[in-house]
């Protein structure tokens, strides 16, 4: 059974961070993809990040580059999300997918396959 399971959200006042995680199963790892996505409510959900479980190559929307940094432990098919200096506009329920890699548009919710329940993170101004 594939298992996507988020981890590390919460309250956080703007400027501060939080580290996510995805813990994967049910699949071959370093076969996909592992993408973050967020959801504000009334809007939608939209293409954070994403790392090739492979060989490590990195996707950032512009909103994350320069503030996120998303990595890889493969002994522990997990994935994290570092989220520096947040602003209120990061609140939004965060959620892991999981797609076969390469995908052609790493950003976009219809190149993956699987996804986890979401994480809520809300910044605080």
């Known amino acids: 059974e594939v298992q996507l399971v988020e981890s590390g959200g919460g309250l956080v006042q703007a400027g501060g961070s939080l580290r996510l995680s995805c813990a994967a199963s049910g699949f071959t790892f370093d076969d996909y993809a592992i993408g973050w996505f967020r959801q504000a409510p009334g809007k939608e959900r939209e293409g954070v990040s994403c790392?090739?479980?492979?060989?490590?190559?990195?996707y950032y929307a512009d909103s994350a580059k320069g503030r996120f940094t998303i990595s890889s432990d493969n002994a522990k098919n997990t994935v994290y999300l570092q989220m520096n200096s947040l602003k209120p506009e990061d609140t939004a329920v965060y959620y892991c997918?999981?797609?076969?890699?390469?995908?052609?548009?790493?950003?976009?919710?219809?190149?993956?396959?699987?996804w986890g329940q979401g994480t809520q993170v809300t910044v605080s101004s």
């Open positions: 790392i090739s479980a492979s060989d490590g190559s990195t």
């Open positions: 997918a999981a797609g076969t890699y390469p995908l052609q548009a790493p950003g976009h919710r219809y190149e993956y396959d699987y």
